[in-house]
């Protein structure tokens, strides 16, 4: 099975960084998933990693070790549209799991003036 | 489509009846995955089409729930004799089903489901 844990809220100023951590333990491992997920809204795709690293793409950035399980999402000059809950997910590797996502409960960013 | 579609967008159900939940995905996507989102929950998974096919019900809650796919399209997720602890925003998701690397799910705006 899968579990996944990233803080529950976490507050920040406008302009600033923020690094939003999600630690994962997994039965398989085929790729670790950020989506954005505003207030009411649909889920929408930021970053994928399946390989240790960062990705940079704009603003954003995610960082993935598999040895330790661990991935963070960096947030850049946060603007207050940043605002939402960032959702981190992890596909296995077997069979049915190869396909299926299982996400963390979500930490909600407030970006404040 | 442009993107993946749900109805309808909100349920208001008395408890015991049956509702059904709809979901059209992104055209040519070849995969479609029902989640439920309940508040202060992360996203649970529910169950997934390969096609018109689930080889994956393990997620559904109990045996009220139930999905169906045809013309490899149009899904609709039915809940027989709704709970209270079935409200929850329900979400689909479509993707191309790539056999590796990134295959990207595509997120509906839900439905939001209230049993009274």
């Known amino acids: 099975g899968q579990n996944i844990d990233q803080p529950t809220e976490m507050t920040a100023t406008e302009g600033a960084i923020v690094q939003i951590n999600c630690t994962y333990q997994t039965s398989g491992f085929n790729g670790l998933f950020w989506y954005q997920q505003h207030a009411g809204e649909a889920p929408t795709f930021l970053s994928y990693?399946?390989?240790?690293g960062l990705e940079e793409k704009g603003r954003f950035s995610s960082f993935l070790s598999r040895s330790k399980g661990y991935s963070y999402l960096l947030l850049k000059e946060l603007q207050m549209k940043d605002s939402a809950s960032y959702l981190c997910?992890?596909?296995?590797?077997?069979?049915?799991?190869?396909?299926?996502?299982?996400f963390g409960k979500g930490t909600k960013l407030s970006v404040i003036p | 489509g442009a993107g993946v579609s749900q109805s309808p967008s909100n349920k208001v159900t008395e408890k015991g009846k049956d509702v059904e939940l709809r979901c059209d995905p992104i055209s040519g996507h070849t995969a479609l995955y029902w989640y439920r989102q309940s508040l202060g929950q992360g996203l649970e998974f529910l169950i997934y089409?390969?096609?018109?096919?689930?080889?994956?019900k393990s997620g559904l809650p109990s045996d009220r729930f139930s999905a169906e796919r045809t013309g490899g399209s149009v899904s609709t997720l039915t809940i027989q004799r709704t709970q209270q602890e079935d409200s929850a925003v329900y979400l689909c998701?479509?993707?191309?089903?790539?056999?590796?690397?990134?295959?990207?799910?595509?997120f509906g705006p839900g439905t939001r489901l209230t049993v009274l």
């Open positions: 998701a479509s993707s191309l089903m790539l056999a590796g690397g990134l295959d990207t799910q595509y």
């Open positions: 990693n399946v390989l240790d």
């Open positions: 997910a992890v596909r296995g590797n077997s069979g049915a799991g190869s396909y299926q996502l299982t």
């Open positions: 089409f390969q096609g018109n096919s689930a080889p994956d």
